[in-house]
């Protein structure tokens, strides 16, 4: 079946800009996860959504990043303001939902979009 | 707050030989552990996971893994390297709340013919 999907995969910003970063999870996944990962890095947790709600943001670096999942199935990442230091790839995962005692089943992950601000 | 290590940044492995990754954890509860391979421009692909039960985890590709709770590790391993193994692999573990994975830094591996 189909895979989670991102799109763009590529995205040139001017500093200062807003972008807006999209993910389509597996069909029929609850939970929805954003990872940053920076050049030479493993992913670092952005936040997390259970359906639409939004029940994790620690990860998130600043107020400019926003997430969203108004449905519960597709989500944007968008971040206002764009600074050089937000360039990295952002990844978006999936997973069926929680196990029992409250763990995350596997996460499967989409292609990630790749960032640069310049 | 749990963290992972990946002790080596590169290994250089020649094509046939074994490949060993090493992955330690610093976790107080029950650990559960994922092997993450992401090739040039691809997202993160599972390889094994270890939830509960046998410590010695079979993996897609022929990869294969063992829980040590002594030595708080999770080492990958494959028997016989391919040349398309080579790639970035990440060890990663889920936090108590169950939701977000944290990763290892990444260990780079270069097939040699």
């Known amino acids: 079946g189909a895979g989670v999907s991102q799109s763009p995969r590529y995205k040139v910003a001017k500093r200062g800009q807003d972008v807006a970063l999209r993910c389509d999870p597996i069909s029929g996944h609850v939970s929805l996860f954003w990872y940053q990962q920076a050049l030479g890095q493993g992913p670092e947790f952005l936040t997390y959504?259970?359906?639409?709600?939004?029940?994790?943001k620690s990860g998130l670096p600043s107020d400019r990043f926003f997430a969203e999942r108004p449905e519960g199935s597709v989500s944007t990442l968008k971040i206002q303001r764009t600074q050089q230091e937000d360039s990295a790839v952002y990844l978006c995962?999936?997973?069926?939902?929680?196990?029992?005692?409250?763990?995350?089943?596997?996460?499967?992950f989409g292609p990630g979009t790749r960032l640069t601000v310049l | 707050a749990q963290s992972v290590t990946q002790p080596d940044i590169h290994i250089t492995v020649s094509e046939g030989a074994s490949l060993e990754l090493r992955c330690n954890y610093s976790y107080g509860a029950t650990p559960y552990l994922f092997w993450y391979v992401q090739s040039p421009g691809q997202g993160l692909q599972l390889l094994l996971k270890?939830?509960?039960?046998?410590?010695l985890v079979q993996g897609i590709k022929g990869f294969e893994a063992e829980f040590k709770r002594s030595q708080s590790s999770f080492n990958l391993r494959k028997p016989s390297v391919h040349w398309s193994d080579a790639a970035e692999y990440f060890c990663a573990v889920v936090t108590a709340a169950g939701n977000k994975l944290t990763f290892g830094g990444g260990t780079r591996v270069l097939v040699k013919p």
């Open positions: 959504f259970q359906n639409e709600a939004q029940l994790d």
């Open positions: 270890y939830f509960s039960g046998d410590t």
């Open positions: 995962a999936s997973s069926l939902g929680l196990l029992a005692g409250g763990v995350s089943d596997t996460q499967y």
